[in-house]
C-alpha cells in the first residue's frame, strides 16, 4: 500500500476562519512533509516531520501551524489566511526524515484551499 | 537560482511521436526521483534513480542518471494521450533539503 490520504479535497475558507489539513499514511514512514503548490508551478516544501518532530520550517508564517500526533497522521492548522494562501496543499511521507536519501516521497492527492 | 532546471518548459507533440526530457543541475545528487503530476492531482512516482550511468526502464518511459549524478533524462516511447501531465524531476542534495525542478508540461494529442 502506497497511498497517502489527505481531507478534505476542497477547501475555502475566509479569512477570519480556523480550519485543519488532514493527512495520512499507512506504510510505515517516519517523515511527513507538507507542501504548497500553486498553479503552474512545482511543490514548495513547507514543513517536515521526521520521527513526530519538527525538523525543518521553510521559513512559513505563523498562520500555518503543523502538527504531528503520531507516525501516521499530519495535520496543518490554519488561522487567519490571506487570499494569496490558496493553493493545492500536498503532504507526502518517506521512509527517511534527513536529507542525503536515497528516499522517495509519495505524496497524497492534495486539499484544494480557496481563502476569499 | 533554480538547483535543477528542466527542459523543455512546454512540449505539444501528436500521438505516436518519441520525446526526451531533461533534468540538469550543476550540484551532485544522492538520488534523483521523476514525477508525474496531473491537474489537481498530487504528483505519483514514476522512479529512483541512484547510481551514476544507471538506466531504468519501466514500460515505455526510459530514465537514465547522469555519470556524475548531476543530471538526468525521461524518453517516452510512442507517446499516448494518457502520458500528458507536468513532469516533475526531483532530489536531494547530500545534508540539504529535497528540491524540485519547476517541470515540462506535456501534452499528447490524438
Known amino acids: 500500500d502506497t497511498e497517502v490520504t489527505q481531507t478534505p479535497k476542497h477547501l475555502v475558507m475566509g479569512m477570519t476562519n480556523k480550519k485543519s489539513l488532514k493527512c495520512e499514511q499507512h506504510m510505515g514512514h517516519r517523515a511527513m512533509y507538507w507542501y504548497k503548490q500553486k498553479a503552474k508551478k512545482p511543490p514548495e516544501l513547507m514543513f517536515v516531520y521526521s520521527y513526530e518532530k519538527l525538523s525543518i520550517n521553510e521559513s512559513v508564517p505563523s498562520r500555518f501551524s503543523p502538527e504531528c500526533p503520531n507516525s501516521s497522521l499530519l495535520n496543518l492548522h490554519l488561522h487567519a489566511l490571506q487570499p494569496e494562501d490558496s493553493a493545492l496543499y500536498l503532504c507526502?511521507?518517506?521512509?527517511?526524515?534527513?536529507?542525503?536519501?536515497?528516499?522517495?516521497?509519495?505524496f497524497g492527492p492534495g486539499t484544494r484551499l480557496t481563502v476569499t | 537560482t533554480q538547483l535543477l532546471e528542466q527542459s523543455p518548459q512546454f512540449l505539444s507533440i501528436q500521438e505516436g511521436e518519441n520525446l526526451t526530457v531533461y533534468c540538469n543541475s550543476s550540484s551532485v545528487f544522492s538520488s534523483l526521483q521523476w514525477y508525474r503530476q496531473e491537474p489537481g492531482e498530487g504528483p505519483v512516482l514514476l522512479v529512483t534513480?541512484?547510481?551514476?550511468?544507471e538506466v531504468k526502464k519501466l514500460k515505455r518511459l526510459t530514465f537514465q542518471f547522469g555519470d556524475a549524478r548531476k543530471d538526468s533524462s525521461l524518453h517516452i516511447t510512442a507517446a499516448q494521450p494518457g502520458d500528458t501531465g507536468l513532469y516533475l524531476c526531483a532530489g536531494a542534495l547530500i545534508g540539504q533539503n529535497f528540491v524540485f525542478g519547476p517541470g515540462t508540461r506535456l501534452s499528447v494529442l490524438p
Open positions: 507526502a511521507s518517506s521512509q527517511a526524515g534527513v536529507a542525503g536519501g536515497p528516499y522517495e516521497q509519495y
Open positions: 534513480v541512484v547510481t551514476g550511468g
